[in-house]
């Protein structure tokens, strides 16, 4: 959930600028109502995304501005969880040339309100939790995420819950009446097809205090997941998603105690998400020791398969996901440095909260990055927005679909950018 603290770090924003008239790697280059430079520089090649927006990306150079869209597929709607960490490249020079297939494996969309009544110090009161579902008296988060698959290609929906809606405010077994309403949420989004993370978004604390910290213990943290990992592992397309820590070394402790019981329970094939911390941001995942500590994590056999760095990155002045105006495409800063990190040590890393407001700028950022991540999507699994279920949609971030009779109407920032069949994503393969 966007947090509202403020990065002391510059936000380069480099998508913008040319060389002598040609478009920087990364640039815009063409699309209606454009008036910048239509070619790019050695090693680029101006390439169509949607009639509204070309980027130059990696290839050949090119003279004249692209005119065709290449287009690749929507991403699958079946997560790969079975496959290993990807093998290095061999080097870990910089500026190692992107891998990816110009397919993101993952997209979709937070569908919230299980996690309303939660702040950023891990302090949620059950009775605030709004389930998205009619039966419940919420938005129609059935037909959102029926919708978002198929008719914007998503295949990925990350369902925020609060660990005291789950327990019914108590640091104890899950509460099976509670379950009940947020399990219905999971098969709502596993009838579409979609898979579905399971996220208690509480930060890594409870009431202020910190899990392994000083707070719930490891040990409590962990029977948690092995109960939800109980209940759902044969259920292939349920990704396990833990969330966020300050101190990162004793945090990686409590990760583990998590991991170790999610296979122990018998949920040996999915994936599961370990965040990192300032607020799992991808800027600062090396720098701040969250590589290095998760890394040491592993499934109970020693191995690293199916263990995915979690991250999150908005394009807002600081880096809040509070703003309607973006201001970077975190590619210099935030996704380069992840990027070639992540392929010199064989792991990989999902995206699981981004977004921004639904004004120009936060299209034409939000495009670049989407474009980035599509080139390197043999590290970068993908991206989830921030956020639909039940946002009203005067919510800055709002990604909330507007139904009319049956007809569904997306937001500028999805239907420009984000969904994969009409977004960035097209056309972005070198």
């Known amino acids: 959930m966007p947090h509202g603290m403020i990065y002391l770090l510059a936000l380069v924003a480099l998508a913008t600028s040319s060389v002598r008239g040609q478009g920087a790697l990364y640039a815009q280059c063409g699309g209606i109502g454009w008036t910048g430079a239509t070619t790019c520089v050695a090693g680029a090649t101006c390439t169509v995304s949607n009639p509204y927006y ?17 287009s690749t597929p929507p991403p699958s709607t079946t997560a790969s969880s079975t496959s290993s960490a990807p093998p290095t490249s061999g080097t870990c020079a910089p500026n190692t040339p992107a891998a990816g297939s110009g397919t993101l494996k993952l997209v979709g969309v937070n569908i919230s309100g299980f996690d309303f009544g939660c702040t950023t110090d891990g302090t949620c009161t059950a009775s605030a939790a709004y389930p998205p579902l009619l039966q419940y008296y919420g938005k129609d988060g059935q037909g959102q995420m029926t919708h978002f698959v198929n008719d914007d290609g998503y295949n990925v929906f990350r369902l ?3 660990w005291q809606f789950l327990t019914d405010n108590v640091i104890g077994p899950i509460n099976q009446t509670n379950m009940v309403e947020y399990d219905a949420l999971v098969q709502a989004c596993l009838g579409t097809g979609a898979s579905c993370i399971i996220d208690i978004h509480n930060y890594a604390r409870w009431n202020g205090e910190i899990i392994g910290q000083g707070g719930p213990t490891n040990e409590q943290f962990a029977a948690t997941w092995s109960e939800i990992a109980t209940k759902y592992a044969d259920t292939e397309k349920v990704i ?4 966020d820590i300050p101190d990162i070394t004793l945090w990686a402790g409590s990760v583990q105690a998590a991991v170790t019981a999610i296979r122990n329970a018998g949920a040996t094939t999915q994936m599961i998400l370990l965040p990192g911390s300032d607020y799992a941001s991808a800027q600062q995942f090396i720098s701040d020791g969250s590589a290095a500590a998760l890394s040491t994590v592993t499934n109970p056999d020693g191995s690293f398969t199916n263990l995915i760095f979690d991250v999150h990155k908005y394009l807002d002045s600081d880096n809040s996901g509070t703003n309607a105006e973006c201001v970077t495409n975190n590619i210099a800063d935030a996704w380069e440095p992840l990027t070639q ?36 999507s043999d590290v970068l699994l993908g991206y989830v927005g921030w956020a639909a279920g039940n946002f009203d949609a005067s919510y800055v971030l709002s990604e909330l679909p507007t139904e009319s009779g049956t007809t569904w109407t997306d937001t500028e920032l999805v239907a420009s950018c984000m969904a994969p069949i009409a977004g960035a994503q097209k056309g972005s393969t070198s």
Do not use: D, K
């Open 160 to 162: 925020p819950v609060g």
């Open 240 to 243: 396990f998603g833990p969330h």
């Open 54 to 70: 070309s980027q130059c990306l990696p290839g050949s150079a090119t003279t004249t501005a692209t005119t065709t869209v290449v």
């Open 341 to 376: 990190w992540l392929r010199c040590n064989g792991r990989q890393a999902f995206n699981t909260e981004t977004g921004g407001g639904n004004t120009a700028s936060c299209v034409t950022y939000m495009c670049q990055q989407i474009a980035y991540q599509a080139q390197n």
